[in-house]
């Protein structure tokens, strides 16, 4: 895998693992949501995720970051955000947070975006712009980063 571990996954594992630190040492104030509520936030994370990975697979592009697509995904829910899979991790990370129950959990929810962004996002939007030029520019213009 190219640049292992400079990958989302590995980034939002340090988050979640961040968010357990900062919950379990650093506890500001502790919030009283059901269990069920971090269930469903994490179940549409691994959804959201899973069927967008699917959509890789259909278009026979690959799905690793920093590798040149040979498709445009624009169908699925590529049709509502541009970045599903890391959506769908943020999603996860979301409802880890609720799980915890303290408020300072979700500060490394808030900066996982922000990472992602800044680590993958933009280089990818440049890729896709290089590789399907106007075809891109149309799609990022009716969708949502994130």
Partial sequence: MKNFPDIPP??????AISS????TFIPVFQLQIPLLVSILIVALGFGIAGWSAV????KNTTIEPRHAPTSLIIEGPFRINRNPIYTGMAFILLGFAVWLGDVIAF???VIFPIVITWRFIK???IQ???TF???ADEYMGKSRRW
């Avoid at 590995?10 to 988050?15: D, G, K, N, R």
């Avoid at 357990?20 to 919950?23: C, E, G, P, R």
């Avoid at 959509?55 to 259909?58: K, T």
Wanted: aromatic content about 16%; cysteine-free; hydrophobic content about 60%.
């Fill in 128 to 130: 896709l712009r290089k």
């Fill in 133 to 135: 030029g106007a075809e």
């Fill in 10 to 15: 590995v980034w939002a594992l340090a988050s």
């Fill in 107 to 109: 500060v490394p929810v």
């Fill in 20 to 23: 357990w630190i900062l919950a």
């Fill in 123 to 125: 280089d990818e939007e």
């Fill in 55 to 58: 959509w890789f697979r259909r």
